[in-house]
């Protein structure tokens, strides 16, 4: 039920329709030519709604939702009230995700440069691409078919966007190269100077910055994010990988496939991180780590030693989680001990 001031609805879909897109199957009794209008949380959805059950813990409020139609998993179907159609998904929020995107896709490019844009006669720019007020895009610059230029974004000299980019407003973008359908949010800043000088006690001397940045296809990237161009090689973000607003990504550092960071991590330079690494809000990382495939940092953790595939750490400095939750729990016998010799004094 999305605010229609903002967000276009396509629809409706008939169920069977639904299922198709939601990678889902049609539950027991499902009329397949039952069209649904919208998707709906529980509490909100009505009888022309999709809704959704992914946490068992909302499982206790599916008998009291009015929603005619409910993704759910299989073995969910039987707390399902009657009357209540259902797609059956062993992966219901990611149903949900597929059906939404159908219902709200995203707007297509309106084919032109605003008037107030500044295109260099040097740049290329495919006649699909939508060009936002006062864009400026530099000498050289590539702009791949269907892609979106925001207000006041700055594409740099050199600078080449594959297909169906959608580049926000007031985002700074150079020495960059980024795949096909990368989205960066409003207020990135991509390709700048990394942070690389030799101390010196009579002035710190620059190293300079000769490296790029390469995002590959399907990545998105927060607001007021910002990814540092390589020192002596490229900064390199993998392709698939989900970054939040307000991270800094260090020169040289590199990211394998879809990686998630979620807002106000620092990755310090030169470090690695391999597959499907998720790190929590606010960690950070200290310079030329590796971190393995599939690990899991947890929030606020400050990682000085290298994770290995598959760890989970935590705390500062970061540690095994398990080792972690032993010392916390430690920590809080002591307390509570300290605690009632103090009462019994």
């Not at 998105?220 to 607003?245: E, F, L």
């Amino acid at each position: 039920m999305a605010e229609q001031r903002f967000f276009r609805r396509e629809g409706p879909f008939t169920l069977a329709r639904l299922a198709e897109i939601g990678r889902a199957e049609l539950g027991e009794g499902a009329d397949p030519e039952r069209p649904v209008h919208d998707v709906a949380p529980l509490d909100r959805a009505g009888a022309d709604d999709l809704t959704w059950v992914d946490n068992a813990a909302y499982l206790r409020k599916l008998p009291d939702s009015k929603a005619g139609s409910c993704i759910l998993r299989p073995e969910q179907a039987r707390r399902a009230p009657d009357g209540m159609t259902l797609l059956l998904s062993p992966a219901p929020y990611q149903s949900l995700a597929r059906i939404a995107q159908a219902f709200y896709p995203a707007p297509a490019p309106v084919p032109g440069r605003h008037a107030s844009a500044v295109v260099d006669d040097a740049a290329v720019v495919d006649p699909s691409c939508e060009i936002g007020p006062n864009a400026v895009i530099g000498a050289g610059a590539e702009i791949g078919p269907d892609c979106v230029i925001g207000a006041g974004t700055v594409i740099g000299p050199g600078v080449v966007l594959g297909a169906g980019c959608r580049i926000a407003g007031n985002v700074s973008l150079s020495h960059s190269r980024l795949g096909a359908r990368v989205t960066v949010h409003p207020g990135a800043r991509i390709g700048q100077d990394g942070f690389g000088f030799a101390p010196d006690p009579a002035g710190h001397i620059k190293v300079p910055q000769v490296g790029a940045v390469v995002i590959a296809d399907d990545c998105d990237i927060g607001a007021n994010t910002t990814i540092d161009r390589g020192s002596v090689q490229d900064t390199v973000i993998g392709p698939g990988c989900w970054i939040d607003n307000l991270v800094q990504i260090g020169h040289n550092v590199r990211l394998g496939r879809g990686c998630i960071i979620v807002a106000q991590v620092g990755i310090s330079g030169s470090t690695q991180l391999g597959d499907f690494v998720v790190v929590g809000g606010q960690a950070a990382m200290t310079g030329h780590l590796k971190i393995g495939d599939g690990a899991e940092i947890a929030a606020k953790s400050g990682v000085m030693r290298d994770v290995p595939a598959g760890g989970r750490v935590g705390g500062i400095p970061a540690m095994p989680i398990k080792e972690l939750f032993r010392i916390l729990a430690a920590q809080r016998r002591a307390a509570k001990k300290e605690a009632g010799g103090q009462d019994g004094g």
